[in-house]
């Protein structure tokens, strides 16, 4: 299986050493015909707004939006959880998505004092020690389909927002396991998502 990562900006470099670790060669993906080889596709942490962007400059944005209607598995990390929603609370302006999950998500939704920090994730199917969480201007879930699996949430003064959930073959996280060594998340797209 190929499995590319979207190398128009953002944290690819990561994704591509963490496929390496799961033994999987990861492909960086930047044109049309990069996108038409691979299988599968990982869309990195970044700026949600310069991905798209970039993502229309080049004339990739559609082809990716089909791909995933078509059923490409796609696993979109921080900013590519915004990208692969049906719909963004304060996008930018021009702001589009991929979509791919049916649900809402709130940008840089911790706000600014804690715009960065980590903590311990249960992560539903993945056992043994917790899931270091990084969370850097990371969106979380505002509201979301009854198709929508959630893999992990976090709770903020008594009200829980997902932070990882998936719909068939497309799965997101707030966070970026990318950064932490720990691979098990990307165990997770490559052995649950990827293979269904
Ligand atoms: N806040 C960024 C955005 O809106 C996402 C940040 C990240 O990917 N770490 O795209």
Redesign the pocket.
């Known amino acids: 299986m190929n499995v590319g990562v979207l190398a128009l900006q953002?944290d690819f470099r990561e994704h591509i050493i963490a496929l390496g670790e799961c033994g999987v060669t990861g492909k960086l993906v930047k044109t049309e015909s990069d996108i038409e080889a691979v299988d599968a596709l990982i869309i990195p942490?970044?700026?949600?707004?310069t991905i798209s962007k970039l993502a229309k400059a080049f004339g990739l944005a559609e082809l990716i939006s089909n791909r995933i209607v078509d059923g490409m598995p796609t696993y979109g990390s921080?900013?590519g959880m915004?990208l692969v929603a049906k719909s963004i609370i304060d996008p930018a302006s021009d702001q589009e998505t991929f979509g791919g999950v049916d649900m809402e998500v709130r940008?840089?939704a911790f706000g600014r004092q804690t715009e960065s920090f980590e903590m311990d994730l249960t992560f539903k199917s993945i056992s043994g020690a917790p899931i270091r969480g990084v969370f850097?201007?990371?969106?979380w879930v505002e509201s979301y389909g009854p198709g929508v699996e959630v893999l992990s949430s976090i709770e903020i003064s008594g009200v829980t927002h997902p932070v990882a959930v998936r719909q068939g073959r497309v799965m997101a996280t707030a966070f970026?396991p990318e950064l932490t060594g720990d691979n098990r998340v990307h165990r997770y797209f490559l052995e649950e998502v990827c293979k269904k």
């Open positions: 953002g942490g970044g700026e949600s707004t921080c900013a915004i940008r840089n850097i201007r990371a969106p970026h």
